[in-house]
Nanobody
């Protein structure tokens, strides 16, 4: 498994922006599928965005598609989630996830929690109205 450490969460007003970062351990970060998920109080963990190992393909949830962008820097072992136009309903703990097994990047599976074999501890994002 991979060690993942998220950062960048915080309190922001509606309409504001944040950038989350996730640093991964391991020498083969460039082979990992990376994803972001979130979990609001009393709700199940839900998919936000994912990116393939090279960074050439991304998928995002419909609820964030026009506002959030996932990217990665394989030289820094880091994946990012840039969030714009934040809304109160974006309030949640945001988790970074990795698949280090070299799995194929199919949309139907990379958007599910069960695809990933490593998870970070999460970072809180709170959006005030």
């Amino acid at each position: 498994q991979v060690q993942l450490v998220e950062s960048g969460g915080g309190l922001v007003q509606a309409g504001g922006s944040l950038r989350l970062s996730c640093v991964a351990s391991g020498r083969t970060f460039s082979s990992y599928v990376m994803g972001w998920f979130r979990q609001a109080p009393g709700k199940e963990r839900e998919f936000v965005a994912t990116i393939n190992p090279s960074g050439s393909t991304t998928y995002s949830a419909d609820s964030v598609k026009d506002r959030f962008a996932i990217s990665r820097d394989n030289d820094k072992n880091t994946v990012y989630l840039q969030m714009f136009s934040l809304k109160p309903e974006d309030t949640a703990v945001y988790y970074c996830a990795a698949d280090s097994r070299g799995s194929r990047f199919f949309r139907v599976v990379v958007t599910t929690t069960t695809f990933y074999d490593s998870w970070g501890q999460g970072t809180q994002v709170t959006v005030s109205s």
